[in-house]
């Protein structure tokens, strides 16, 4: 079934492509391709998009953002643009993605915003590309490696040691526990943090809060304000849904998600901001500054939509 939606979509991607005109395509073309199409997990591919323009036609930024589907962008190159001989801009840019499940996936298709000649507001679109990912097999010399179990060795020698040595180990052990108790009566029981008192969604707003406040973006700090968001709302997870997910990679994340079968749109917004604070800490990009609000609003949103039902639980334990 997911195979024939994989090619549904790419379909879909084709015809959306089809009205593009032939004067249009003399102004701008996309193309992307990828190294590889078929890998094992974890390999990492290298994805090219290349967008060549009429001289007069200006190119918006480029916002990747988490548009590439389940894979992660773990580093990106962007190069300068080049005239060719027919006096057409060549805009070239690499990314080095990966993932870690198997299965068949698409590489979503990358829009690009531009502006003609004639001032109009345009949009091109790359084509999706599909990718393979398989599990990695045994080889024979892995194989190799497994031995059968060695037989036991007889040691040769007197029973006096043993006898030496059982009431020496008594005598030690008696007198750790005796030490050890002693220690234990001047310790006290470990207090339980303000912050664990509070409900989650409480105590993730006030984050929210203040990293809003920050000098982190005046700063130009922009890969610590991302990996503050990040956290913050990882930490919500695992106090609000008891979802492990400041050790967990966003992809492993994902699947937790998914078992624990939360509101779609909850959903759909953890992952996306998660995936989009990696392209900033991992990838080095720089977030357009309505991309920045727009995390730092998901990342509200997230928490009051998930709010309401913990606040209506906590009524019903006070009954």
């Known amino acids: 079934m997911k195979k024939y939606l994989t090619i549904a979509f790419i379909i879909i991607g084709l015809f959306i492509r089809m009205p ?3 004067a249009e395509e003399s102004l701008i073309s996309v193309e992307s391709h990828v190294d590889r199409a078929t890998i094992t997990i974890g390999d990492r591919i290298l994805y090219t998009l290349k967008v060549t323009t009429d001289p007069k036609v200006k190119l918006d930024p480029l916002s990747l953002g988490s548009n590439l589907g389940t894979f992660e962008v773990k580093d990106y190159k962007i190069y300068d643009p080049v005239k060719t001989k027919d006096g057409k801009m060549v805009n070239k ?20 915003n531009y502006t003609d000649p004639q ?14 990912v398989k599990s990695v097999g045994a080889t024979e010399s892995d194989k190799e490696d497994i031995r059968g179990l060695k037989p036991p060795i007889d040691v040769k020698g007197s029973y006096w040691g043993y006898f030496l040595i059982l009431p020496l180990a008594v005598l030690l052990g008696a007198g750790g526990f005796l030490y050890y108790r002693h220690k ?20 993730a707003l006030f984050e929210l809060d203040s990293l809003k406040d920050s000098d982190l973006l005046e700063k130009k700090q922009m890969k610590r304000y991302f990996i503050i968001l990040s956290d913050i709302i990882r930490k919500y997870m695992e106090r609000r849904f008891v979802i492990p997910a400041l050790d967990r990679t966003t992809e492993e994340i994902r699947w937790e998600i998914k078992k624990a079968k939360l509101d779609l749109r909850v959903s759909e917004l953890m992952v996306g901001l998660l995936s989009f ?39 019903l334990v006070g009954k």
Request: glycine fraction near 4%; charge should be negative; proline fraction near 5%.
């Open 119 to 132: 001032g109009g507001k345009k949009q091109i679109q790359s084509e999706p590309l599909f990718i393979l």
């Open 184 to 203: 234990a009566k001047g310790l006290a029981l470990p207090t339980i943090s303000d912050e664990l008192l509070k409900p989650a969604w409480e105590v």
């Open 93 to 112: 840019s690499e990314y080095v993605i990966t993932t870690f499940t198997t299965g068949e996936y698409v590489i979503p298709s990358i829009f690009i």
């Open 277 to 315: 604070c990696d392209l900033v800490k991992f990838a080095k990009y720089t977030p357009l500054a309505e991309e920045i609000e727009k995390s730092l609003n998901d990342a509200y949103e997230i928490v009051n939509l998930s709010r309401v039902e913990e606040v209506k639980q906590e009524i």
């Open 20 to 22: 593009f005109s032939q």
